[in-house]
């Protein structure tokens, strides 16, 4: 069956740091991967796609960008957080763009 | 783009009890999905059902896509049932979902 594992589960960030998060998925090849975040208290938005190796589309203008080096790998990474860009941010796949999207455990994160 | 409304934003219930969670979105779709939040923050798939009935357990979904609504039914209602439960539709190209705001559930025994 298939797994996703995203981590780390939480981290605490100053103003500034750089910024990696990782995400991988088992048991498929060639998902489509997805980055979410979620602000405190609302609802999830969509910041990056990727359809394959090296293909990555952004959906909002942003402090973050993303990256697909392996089939089944996807990292979120900033050069220098801004307090703005703490939040909840969680990873998902699925087998084709519009079918069921499966998500990660998420990671919170706190610049301060 | 794609609107989607859920209602009502927030619910309390007796453990015990039976709900109905309610998503509009304005237009047609390919895919709808239903998601529980746990506590954690993970994101649980109830259902994927851009149309139709389906049933699991105290659960069942159904969706009208041609009066774009879906339903959520929760029976006999208990506290792990707690938490935010998202509706989630796709984007005209496919590419994303969108969510509602949620419905946070509260069931105390």
């Known amino acids: 069956s298939q797994t996703i594992h995203q981590w780390p589960a939480t981290l605490v960030q100053p103003v500034g740091s750089p910024l990696s998060l990782e995400c991988t998925v088992e048991g498929t090849s060639n998902p489509n991967l997805y980055w979410y975040r979620q602000a405190a208290g609302r609802g999830l938005q969509l910041l990056f796609y990727s359809v394959g190796i090296g293909q990555i589309s952004s959906e909002v203008p942003q402090n973050l960008s993303a990256s697909r080096p392996q089939d089944r790998q996807f990292i979120l990474s900033s050069k220098k957080l801004l307090l703005s860009d703490s939040g909840f941010y969680l990873c998902?796949?699925?087998?084709?763009?519009?079918?069921?999207?499966?998500f990660g455990q998420g990671t919170r994160l706190t610049v301060v | 783009g794609i609107q989607v409304e859920q209602s009502p934003p927030d619910l309390i219930l007796q453990e015990g009890a039976n709900s109905t969670l309610r998503c509009n979105f304005s237009?047609?779709?390919?895919?709808l999905q239903w998601f529980h939040q746990n506590p954690w923050g993970q994101l649980i798939n109830l259902f994927y059902i851009p149309s139709g009935t389906k049933q699991n357990g105290r659960l069942s979904a159904t969706t009208v896509a041609t009066e774009r609504y879906s339903l959520l039914y929760i029976s006999s209602s208990q506290t792990t049932d707690s938490g935010v439960y998202f509706c989630?539709?796709?984007?005209?190209?496919?590419?994303?979902?969108?969510f509602g705001k949620g419905t946070t559930l509260s069931v105390s025994s």
């Open positions: 989630a539709v796709d984007n005209q190209a496919g590419t994303a979902l969108i």
């Open positions: 237009d047609s779709v390919n895919n």
């Open positions: 998902a796949w699925s087998v084709h763009l519009g079918t069921e999207a499966f």
